[in-house]
């Protein structure tokens, strides 16, 4: 799976929210201010060529939907990260953000504990 440009990702968090939009649409939930609407399409059309969107018509225009889920992308850049950065460990990715975010103890248990309930 490819990585995502910021703008990409912008357009993809929208479609995984609405589940289903034409460009007019996702343009509505974009924040200010809002990209031009040929700047909006030719992202989408990436998108397709990446296989991250596909469409349907839906009578003169197209309706288009996501291919690849928020977690299955998630989880493929979450390992690029850990990979990238931190060797492939995970744990040395925690360590990190437990020293730089000054997490508490009580953090961590709460962490601990719904990763358990997970299991």
């Given at each position: 799976m490819k990585?995502?440009?910021?703008?990409?990702?912008?357009?993809?968090?929208?479609?995984?929210k609405l589940e289903q939009a034409n460009v007019k649409h996702i343009i509505e939930e974009l924040p200010e201010p809002k990209p031009a609407y040929n700047t909006v399409s030719t992202i989408v059309r990436i998108l397709e060529s990446k296989g991250?969107?596909?469409?349907?018509?839906?009578?003169?225009?197209?309706?288009y939907f996501?291919?690849?889920?928020?977690?299955?992308?998630s989880n493929q850049s979450l390992n690029a990260l850990v990979n990238n950065y931190f060797q492939g460990s995970f744990k040395s990715?925690?360590?990190?953000?437990?020293?730089?975010?000054?997490?508490s103890l009580k953090d961590m248990e709460a962490v601990l504990k719904d990763i358990q309930k997970n299991d």
């Open positions: 990585a995502l440009t910021k703008a990409e990702e912008e357009i993809m968090q929208v479609l995984w991250f969107v596909d469409y349907e018509k839906q009578g003169k225009g197209h309706v996501p291919k690849v889920t928020k977690q299955d992308y990715l925690v360590s990190f953000f437990v020293k730089e975010n000054d997490i």
